[in-house]
């Protein structure tokens, strides 16, 4: 039976996860028994130990925290002996074994952030703007054995913008997700929700990213190339080579253009404004592409901050006309 108040173990690690045990922990419906987050990691230059963001939140809230690398039956034990109703996840980092997933009598909700089946996998909200979406969102679903392909109770949708990075559209996903998390948990527990199987043939994956994604191919569409910079913000981060050293691209913008120069030829921009949606932004420095021109507006070289690019050019007047890449 179902105490009065919910029973719930969360398990969540970075930012994303703060705003669903926030929610959880302020719910007077919910009661957060236990929070599963990944072991305290290195940090920083001297390589201190740091909580995750969500160990901190719990702390501050007095919640009992665990942190195991992995999940073994131990830990099964540990978290049963709670007497939870229900598990919630909010990228968590763990693999739920199957012997833990049977510990919660009311299953256990992850808060994904896509609207699946679309983008499956750890790296959705990259994979969102990699694809040109329209919208993106969170999507409430139940835990299964296959990755993300459980029954659906629930969506929340968010447009994607023009100048929405993969930073900003998963604080905003992350938001969205913790409020429908919260509206739908009593109701689940309660058993008036059905949840939806998904259309495995609508499916796609979003693998995990790595460092090496990051890499410019010039030849590739400006188009392609913008959303490469906004998905890869702030990681792996999109990245070329300038006089063979990396040079990170942390903001552009796409333009028609119809020259000869090759891919990666940075050309001198016009100094006409970009678009409305980049009031004050100027054309300053183009880099040639395979289709059209990127504009350069944020960039940073090795072992430097990031600057606009009109203080890069005034500190390296000659990166006008420099191949980028070769």
Request: glycine content about 8%.
């Amino acid at each position: 039976m179902v105490s009065p108040r919910i029973r719930t173990v969360f398990f969540g690690s970075p930012e994303y996860a703060v705003p669903t045990l926030e929610g959880l922990l302020t719910s007077p419906l919910v009661e957060v028994v236990l929070v599963v987050t990944q072991p305290d990691r290195p940090r920083g230059r001297r390589g201190a130990p740091e909580a995750t963001a969500v160990k901190r939140l719990a702390e501050a809230h007095g919640v009992p925290v665990h942190q195991p690398e992995r999940l073994r039956r131990p830990d099964t034990e540990l978290i049963a002996a709670t007497a939870p109703d229900v598990g919630v996840v909010a990228a968590s980092g763990h693999i739920l074994p199957t012997h833990l997933l049977e510990a919660f009598p009311r299953d256990v909700l992850n808060v994904h952030a896509s609207l699946l089946p679309r983008h499956r996998g750890a790296s959705a909200v990259a994979s969102a703007i990699l694809a040109g979406d329209a919208e993106s969102g969170a999507t409430v679903m139940r835990v299964v054995r296959e990755v993300d392909a459980g029954p659906v109770l629930g969506q929340a949708r968010t447009p994607i913008g023009p100048l929405d990075t993969t930073a900003t559209l998963t604080a905003r996903i992350a938001e969205v997700g913790a409020a429908l998390l919260v509206e739908l948990l009593p109701r689940w527990v309660a058993g008036e929700i059905e949840a939806v199987p998904q259309d495995d043939a609508l499916a796609t994956f979003a693998p995990r990213l790595e460092k090496a994604d990051g890499a410019i191919d010039w030849t590739r569409p400006a188009l392609e190339i913008w959303r490469r910079v906004r998905a890869f913000e702030p990681w792996p981060l999109a990245t070329t080579t300038y006089r063979g050293e990396p040079l990170v691209i942390h903001e552009a913008w796409p333009l028609e253009w119809a020259g000869e120069a090759p891919p990666g030829t940075v050309l001198a921009g016009d100094g006409r404004d970009l678009d409305a949606t980049l009031p004050g932004r100027t054309a300053r420095a183009v880099v040639a592409t395979g289709a059209g021109a990127l504009a350069l507006l944020n960039v940073q070289r090795a072992g430097r901050r990031a600057v606009d690019i009109e203080a890069f050019l005034n500190g390296d007047p000659e990166f006008v006309g420099a191949r980028l890449g070769g």
